[in-house]
């Protein structure tokens, strides 16, 4: 996948949501945070600029520098709350949901509402960290990659 430009943002490609929101994970991505592993993500608010949502596993988040957000809500690490159930923590809402073999997961109509995406949008999967990557949804990385002129494939 392309770096739209020189030390720019890696974009893994686009994933379409489905009527009945599903989101098909982008297979680099999926290969580069072993996404599957856990069989269950969490998802965490996007920035104010990109929205979307951003997408972890805990054997990638709990060892990190970040894993106090599990520590400080036990019902998100030991996956209590109700499926797509978001909890606030220091700015950002966090939530867990299932996550497919082939990397396919579910929105409800409530997460989407959440996070004010819903079905027929594209998500643009940015490599954000090693420890996370995101599903963007607005702003100018989107719009660039609306522009680019090579090929960005979509999932």
């Given at each position: 996948?392309?770096?739209?430009?020189?030390?720019?943002?890696?974009?893994?490609?686009?994933?379409l949501?489905k009527?009945?929101?599903?989101?098909?994970?982008?297979?680099?991505?999926?290969?580069?945070y072993?996404?599957?592993d856990?069989?269950?993500?969490?998802?965490?608010?996007?920035?104010k600029i990109?929205?979307?949502?951003?997408?972890?596993r805990?054997?990638?988040?709990?060892?990190?520098?970040?894993?106090?957000?599990?520590t400080?809500?036990?019902?998100?690490?030991?996956?209590?709350?109700?499926?797509?159930?978001?909890?606030?923590?220091?700015?950002r809402?966090?939530?867990?949901?299932d996550?497919?073999?082939?990397?396919?997961?579910v929105?409800?109509?409530?997460?989407?509402k959440?996070?004010?995406?819903e079905p027929?949008?594209?998500?643009?999967?940015i490599?954000?960290?090693?420890?996370a990557?995101?599903?963007g949804?607005?702003?100018?990385?989107?719009?660039?990659?609306?522009?680019?002129?090579?090929?960005?494939?979509?999932?």
């Amino acid at each position: 996948m392309p770096q739209m430009n020189k030390g720019g943002k890696f974009i893994f490609g686009k994933s379409l949501i489905k009527e009945d929101g599903t989101i098909q994970i982008p297979p680099q991505a999926i290969e580069e945070y072993s996404i599957t592993d856990d069989k269950k993500v969490y998802l965490f608010t996007g920035s104010k600029i990109t929205g979307g949502f951003c997408v972890t596993r805990k054997g990638l988040l709990q060892p990190s520098k970040l894993g106090h957000i599990l520590t400080d809500n036990p019902s998100l690490q030991d996956y209590v709350l109700g499926r797509g159930e978001f909890i606030k923590y220091k700015g950002r809402s966090y939530c867990w949901t299932d996550i497919s073999k082939t990397g396919k997961i579910v929105l409800t109509q409530e997460m989407m509402k959440f996070l004010k995406i819903e079905p027929g949008t594209q998500l643009l999967s940015i490599r954000s960290s090693d420890i996370a990557f995101t599903m963007g949804a607005k702003g100018p990385l989107l719009e660039k990659a609306d522009n680019y002129e090579g090929d960005i494939p979509v999932f």
